[in-house]
């Protein structure tokens, strides 16, 4: 597929639909590599409109790792409302990327962030907006490695037919290794066709192929066991976990959106995992182990970030923000250094039960409404018992 921009053909479709700006790209801190001095070219996609896909943590985490490689380039690309769907069928211009507005089938890796499975039919929409064949089975070497990740695909079971392989856990350091071996299989004149480059992903054990194994299904519908239909292939796939967040601080430079997005904020990972135990929540079990920034790397992040964007309002980020063990400290740190600024803090994620009075005076101090949004309480007294089955505290 030619790798030339659509944006021409675009431009003029733009008048005819609505929040046209959101297609334009050209965002704060957003990057644009030259395209013919790169090795390994990325599409990166939350599958989601462009208001909800461009404050993604993870995507615009990804976006700014792989830029920062040397041969290395990642574009971005989001769902396209119905209105332009339409337009874009009907003057064949395919699923683009909003920074240089490239074909997506153009690209080596078509990388798909899923948060929940609503983002399934999404993918499905863009593949065959970009040309891409639905199923995995029907791609070619001429088309993009269609790779998943995300929360949505811890089981990336249910979409194995339209994927060509999946990434479980943490993707920093994944996506770089997925890169060199690309790289590599490109430069010795890509032998072997796809199936060898999905091979060579498949034998470091960090990356789900389903091409190379049988899924045996229980009568009830649950999975049974999965197993490899080919030599060399690992039978268990490891989860990639990033121990020390601090030795990841990204993103460095946040994006700042063109059009009104659901968070305008500069967010801060303060940790990942979470110290609950809620067996129904899959979020909790799946990001284990707990690891938490410093409150040092949490101040420097909120620095630059601030320099970067000029946003007035940061976001402590984690499954249940007000859990990290170092919270008070975090909180009036913060509060003191950004007084004058009147940049406001807010903890988008946090339970009742791990909430105070102390954190609250410290995230208003500064004159500004702070963001807050609590987990909703577990089961009533009449519940007990569910409840504790679930091993919920009920606050």
Same mark, same amino acid.
Not at 160 to 183: K, Y
Not at 192 to 213: A, I, Q
Not at 360 to 389: D, H, K, V, Y
């Given at each position: 597929?030619?790798?030339?921009?659509?944006?021409?053909?675009?431009?003029?479709?733009?008048?005819?639909?609505?929040?046209?700006?959101?297609?334009?790209?050209?965002?704060?801190?957003?990057? =644009?590599?030259?395209?013919?001095?790169?090795?390994?070219?990325?599409?990166?996609?939350?599958?989601?409109?462009?208001?909800?896909?461009?404050?993604?943590?993870?995507?615009?985490?990804?976006?700014? /790792?792989?830029?920062? @490689?040397?041969?290395?380039?990642?574009?971005?690309?989001?769902? =396209?409302?119905?209105?332009?769907?339409?337009?874009?069928?009907?003057?064949?211009?395919?699923?683009?990327?909003?920074?240089?507005?490239?074909?997506?089938?153009?690209?080596?890796?078509?990388?798909?962030?899923?948060?929940?499975?609503? +983002?399934?039919?999404?993918? &499905?929409?863009?593949?065959?907006? #970009?040309?891409?064949?639905?199923?995995?089975?029907?791609?070619?070497?001429?088309?993009?490695?269609? &790779?998943? !990740?995300?929360?949505?695909?811890?089981?990336?079971?249910?979409?194995?037919?339209?994927?060509?392989?999946?990434?479980?856990?943490?993707?920093?350091?994944?996506?770089?290794?997925?890169?060199?071996?690309? %790289?590599?299989?490109?430069?010795?004149?890509?032998?072997?066709? %796809?199936?060898?480059?999905?091979?060579?992903? $498949?034998?470091?054990?960090?990356?789900? =192929?389903?091409?190379?194994?049988? =899924?045996?299904?229980?009568?009830?519908?649950?999975?049974?066991?999965?197993?490899?239909?080919? $030599?060399? /292939?690992?039978?268990?796939?490891?989860?990639?976990?990033?121990?020390?967040?601090?030795?990841?601080?990204?993103?460095?430079?946040?994006?700042?959106?063109?059009?009104?997005?659901?968070?305008?904020?500069?967010?801060?990972?303060?940790?990942?995992?979470?110290?609950? !135990?809620?067996?129904?929540?899959?979020? !909790?079990?799946?990001?284990?182990?707990? %690891?938490? @920034?410093?409150?040092?790397?949490?101040?420097?992040?909120?620095?630059?970030?601030?320099?970067?964007?000029?946003?007035?309002?940061? !976001?402590?980020?984690?499954?249940?923000?007000?859990?990290?063990?170092?919270?008070?400290?975090?909180?009036?740190?913060?509060?003191?250094?950004?007084?004058?600024?009147?940049?406001?803090?807010?903890?988008?994620?946090? @339970?009742?039960? #791990?909430?105070?009075?102390?954190? #609250?005076?410290?995230?208003?101090?500064?004159?500004?409404? $702070? +963001?807050?949004?609590?987990?909703? %309480? #577990?089961?009533?007294?009449?519940?007990?018992?569910?409840?504790? @089955?679930?091993?919920?505290?009920?606050?």
């Amino acid at each position: 597929m030619s790798a030339a921009s659509v944006f021409p053909q675009l431009e003029a479709l733009l008048p005819h639909v609505q929040k046209p700006i959101q297609y334009v790209g050209g965002e704060l801190n957003s990057t =644009v590599k030259d395209w013919d001095s790169c090795d390994v070219r990325w599409t990166l996609m939350y599958p989601d409109a462009y208001e909800v896909g461009l404050p993604n943590q993870g995507v615009m985490i990804l976006y700014e /790792v792989l830029n920062e @490689r040397e041969g290395v380039l990642a574009e971005r690309t989001y769902s =396209v409302w119905p209105d332009l769907e339409e337009l874009m069928r009907e003057h064949n211009v395919p699923q683009f990327t909003v920074d240089s507005h490239r074909p997506v089938g153009a690209f080596d890796i078509f990388g798909l962030s899923f948060s929940t499975e609503l +983002g399934y039919t999404n993918m &499905l929409t863009a593949l065959d907006l #970009a040309g891409i064949p639905l199923e995995a089975k029907d791609r070619t070497v001429d088309h993009p490695i269609v &790779l998943a !990740g995300g929360h949505a695909a811890f089981n990336p079971e249910p979409i194995a037919e339209f994927i060509d392989c999946a990434v479980i856990g943490d993707g920093e350091q994944a996506v770089l290794e997925i890169t060199e071996i690309v %790289r590599a299989w490109k430069a010795e004149g890509r032998p072997g066709g %796809r199936d060898e480059v999905l091979f060579r992903l $498949s034998k470091t054990g960090g990356v789900y =192929v389903p091409r190379f194994y049988d =899924v045996e299904y229980l009568p009830d519908g649950r999975i049974g066991r999965v197993v490899p239909n080919r $030599s060399g /292939v690992p039978w268990r796939v490891s989860k990639h976990t990033v121990m020390d967040l601090d030795e990841w601080p990204y993103p460095k430079q946040p994006l700042v959106p063109l059009a009104e997005t659901v968070h305008e904020r500069m967010s801060v990972e303060i940790f990942r995992g979470c110290t609950r !135990g809620c067996r129904f929540c899959q979020a !909790g079990m799946i990001t284990r182990p707990v %690891r938490e @920034r410093s409150i040092t790397g949490i101040g420097e992040m909120v620095e630059k970030g601030l320099k970067a964007t000029g946003f007035e309002e940061v !976001g402590l980020l984690s499954l249940s923000s007000a859990d990290h063990s170092e919270i008070g400290d975090i909180a009036k740190g913060l509060a003191d250094r950004y007084t004058d600024d009147k940049v406001g803090l807010s903890l988008p994620s946090t @339970r009742v039960d #791990a909430f105070n009075v102390d954190l #609250a005076n410290e995230l208003t101090r500064n004159g500004r409404r $702070s +963001g807050l949004t609590f987990a909703p %309480r #577990a089961a009533p007294s009449g519940c007990a018992r569910s409840s504790t @089955r679930w091993s919920r505290r009920r606050t």
